[in-house]
């Protein structure tokens, strides 16, 4: 059984930092693209930042560029997002995923095979 579990959420003031954990189980880690989401309350699922199998390529969301940093490793079976600056708009629930391809992550999350079942961050303005 494919389990993806999210941790590292939690509350933290404006300006603050957080890093994300997902601990994946039951797949072969390493040869899937993995990203990570973003859910709010009244609001679409929005893309956050995606990684390849291997780590030497990356993508962010334009609002995130410069702020937060996705990497992996592989030999944990986990990837992390570490975020600096966050803003009161960036509270949400945090999902990774996993797929075939980045392209997949970026572009058409819906196809993407596995989805952990998140890890709640607040911003506190």
């Known amino acids: 059984q494919v389990r993806l579990v999210e941790s590292g959420g939690g509350l933290v003031q404006t300006g603050g930092s957080l890093r994300l954990s997902c601990v994946a189980s039951g797949l072969t880690f390493s040869i899937y693209a993995m990203g990570w989401f973003r859910r709010a309350p009244g609001k679409e699922r929005a893309f956050v930042a995606a990684?390849?199998?291997?780590?030497?390529?990356?993508d962010y969301g334009d609002s995130v560029k410069g702020r937060f940093t996705i990497s992996r490793d592989n030999a944990k079976n986990t990837v992390f997002l570490q975020m600096n600056s966050l803003k009161p708009e960036e509270t949400g629930g945090y999902y990774c995923a996993g797929g075939y391809g980045m392209q997949v992550v970026t572009s058409t999350p819906n196809k993407l095979n596995y989805w952990g079942r998140g890890t709640q961050v607040n911003v506190s303005s």
């Open positions: 990684i390849n199998w291997s780590g030497e390529s990356t």
